[in-house]
């Protein structure tokens, strides 16, 4: 792709961004490159006098316990949180409660655990972290947003940050302050099983798309009462690993990312930059390494570049049970990890080993007691940035906010993500949008009524799963009937057939949910389901509008030739009436490619990097009506 059709596609895209964009487009790709102490961040550090009293009155047990992060389910005894002095706690993808993931549930689990941080003898509070990254998505009955992919295809960073206010506020109703989100990487190749959790192949949109969602969870101010702490994440370069170097058995997943320093900052450092620059108070390291060295390990990565030169002033969270990758010896990765820069360690089931090391470890002088002290201090400067240091305000979870909690107006907002993620590929004869008032509609295909199929990974389960996974969404199918005239016959088939005799159909095919690792694919093609589901159709002569639900662009030609319209629906979550509006015309589409579509699988990795770029669809595309 030349400099000015890039340019062109993100001015183009300038549209609904505003003037942060508009400033990328006048000083270039390096507009956050040379920041240091952005000012968001500066507010963290204005902190600093409260957080250092305190610090100062701390023991180096009270230290270590603010630096250690349990999973909630493996807690050996809820009284580990004072013998402990335990800092922070999180729910993994399929930590909930033991009683269920009802809302009232989650609420009285994290009200449990902030009553015992009240009986430490300093009571400082903990920060309860958990993965609400599409929605608060473990909870039953959350808005469940489309996945980043689709949200990268809005180019709309003002619809991003309401998505992202709403995910606060849900995460609120429960009392949870914290959230493993905005994931801000940039994948370039789309046979990883997180490409989904991406916003874009360009890191320009990740920039800008970041931020807005970093606005959106942190609002005005850390310390109003809807804000929820953000986590920008995997620092950095996750989403450019290297084919066949996935660890864990995966082919790409917590891989190396084998670039120079150069290409690390240009491709895979913005959204990083922007998010400091909103004022993000936590960042993730990613599980993968950087030429060969884990990105936990690494002072370079953690201190040099993200501390010092950029000016980051909140804390780094290890991924789950990341610190164990560093070294085989579990001692000796903490004294690495920690030295390099880390300064919380999710340690899920290992609270005990970790908290005990770590002791020993500064003890013995392997860590540095002016290291523990800049940990502890910026875990605290963002605890009162917060506000759950503030002796007359409650830390328990504020329950009036149940009543809006998968309300219809948070479910209109995911709608309208939807309808604006939604990219037109193909519209042969102008058979979109398709008339209310036609006699009869087949639908088929095996996501066409799967709500779980329409969420992906990270819903409910960590990897997912198909059917009915929460109530309150709609499927694809279930929105057709609803938007369709009282006349019109909406009749289904899992597998296309009685398609004979429709004035049009609808197959809805895709990817079943998958998350991380899991999703790792050599051949990222539709099921042979799938593609027998489009020809049954196609063998009933009607005319055939296929919509793709996948976590990727997937090589689709022989689907797409059969296909007179084809629509890439990327995983919308809750609201598939977002679907139906575009399909009948309610709405036109909107949306353009954030990632490029591969021709084939030997045109694997495919981006607006790659020589001689042709792809079947390019970076930008879509069409509209």
């Known amino acids: ?29 390096y507009l956050f490159r040379s920041v240091k102490a952005a000012e968001g961040s500066k507010l963290l550090s204005s902190h600093d006098p409260r957080a250092k009293e305190l610090l100062a009155r701390m023991t180096l047990d009270e230290k270590i316990g603010q630096m250690t992060q349990p999973e909630q389910g493996a807690i050996k005894d809820f009284t580990d949180i004072e013998h402990y002095m335990v800092g922070s706690v999180l729910s993994g993808g399929n930590s909930d409660p033991e009683e269920g993931n009802s809302l009232e549930n989650w609420t009285n689990l994290y009200d449990r655990f902030q009553q015992h941080s009240r009986k430490t003898r300093l009571g400082i509070p903990i920060l309860y972290g958990i993965d609400a990254v599409h929605g608060h998505n473990n909870v039953l009955g959350a808005v469940i947003f489309p996945q980043n992919i689709g949200l990268g295809c809005t180019r709309n960073p003002a619809l991003i940050e309401s998505v992202a206010r709403i995910t606060a506020e849900e995460v609120r109703a429960t009392g949870i302050n914290w959230t493993f989100a905005p994931c801000v990487t940039v994948p370039q190749d789309v046979r990883w099983g997180r490409t989904y959790e991406g916003y874009s192949e360009d890191p320009q949109l990740v920039q800008v798309l970041g931020e807005a969602a970093v606005r959106g969870l942190q609002g005005p101010s850390l310390n109003e009462p809807l804000s929820v702490l953000a986590c920008a994440k995997h620092y950095v370069g996750d989403g450019g690993t290297t084919f066949g170097s996935g660890t864990r058995g995966s082919l790409l997943d917590q891989g190396d990312t084998r ?93 005990r080993e970790f908290f005990n090391d770590l002791k020993a470890l500064v003890n013995e002088g392997k860590v540095p007691m002016s290291r523990i002290d800049d940990a502890v201090l910026r875990i605290l400067r963002v605890k009162f940035a917060m506000g759950l240091m503030d002796k007359d305000r409650s830390t328990l979870a504020d329950r009036s906010l149940h009543k ?195 021709r084939s699988m030997s045109q694997l990795p495919v981006n607006i990097e790659s020589r001689n770029y042709d792809p079947l669809f390019k970076y930008g595309y879509g069409l509209t009506y």
């Not at 001015?11 to 942060?20: E, F, P, Y």
């Not at 019109?488 to 159909?505: M, R």
Request: one cysteine or more.
């Open 1 to 29: 792709m030349t400099g000015r059709e890039r340019s062109s596609l993100m001015n183009s895209a300038a549209v609904r961004c505003g003037a942060l964009l508009c400033v990328i487009s006048v000083t270039g790709f």
């Open 259 to 351: 670039v120079d320093e150069q290409t690390l900052r240009r491709v895979h450092l913005q959204g990083y930059i922007s998010a400091i620059h909103a004022g993000v108070g936590s960042i993730m390291p990613s599980y993968s390494s950087w030429n060969g060295v884990r990105c936990s390990a690494s002072k370079r990565l953690l201190t040099e570049i993200l501390k010092r030169e950029l000016g980051f002033e909140g804390f780094l969270i290890s991924d789950y049970n990341a610190i164990d990758q560093v070294n085989p010896d579990f001692k000796s990765a903490i004294e690495i990890s920690i030295n390099a820069g880390m300064d919380m360690v999710m340690a899920p089931s290992k609270y």
């Open 404 to 598: 809006t909690f998968g309300s219809p107006e948070h479910r209109e907002v995911a709608r309208e993500a939807v309808r604006e993620s939604l990219v037109l590929l193909k519209n042969a004869r102008k058979v979109l949008p398709i008339s209310k008032l036609v006699t009869r509609v087949h639908v088929a295909g095996k996501s066409a009524d799967d709500l779980g199929n329409q969420c992906g990974g990270w819903t409910i389960d960590w990897q997912g799963r198909s059917g009915n996974v929460t109530p309150g969404g709609t499927t694809i199918l279930s929105a057709i009937r609803q938007t369709v005239s009282k006349n019109t016959v909406v009749t289904f088939s899992k597998t296309g057939a009685g398609a004979e005799g429709a004035d049009i159909g609808v197959v809805v095919i895709g990817e079943t949910p998958y998350a991380e690792g899991n999703g790792d694919r050599s051949n990222p093609a539709p099921a042979k389901e799938d593609i027998d589901t489009v020809r049954n159709m196609k063998r009933a002569g009607i005319t055939v509008v296929v919509i793709l639900i996948s976590g990727r662009p997937m090589i689709i030609n022989d689907t797409l030739e059969q296909a007179d319209a084809f629509i890439a629906a990327w995983l919308p979550g809750t609201e598939g009436q977002g679907v139906a509006d575009v399909l009948f015309g309610d709405e036109k589409p909107t949306g353009k490619l954030s990632f490029s579509w591969p």
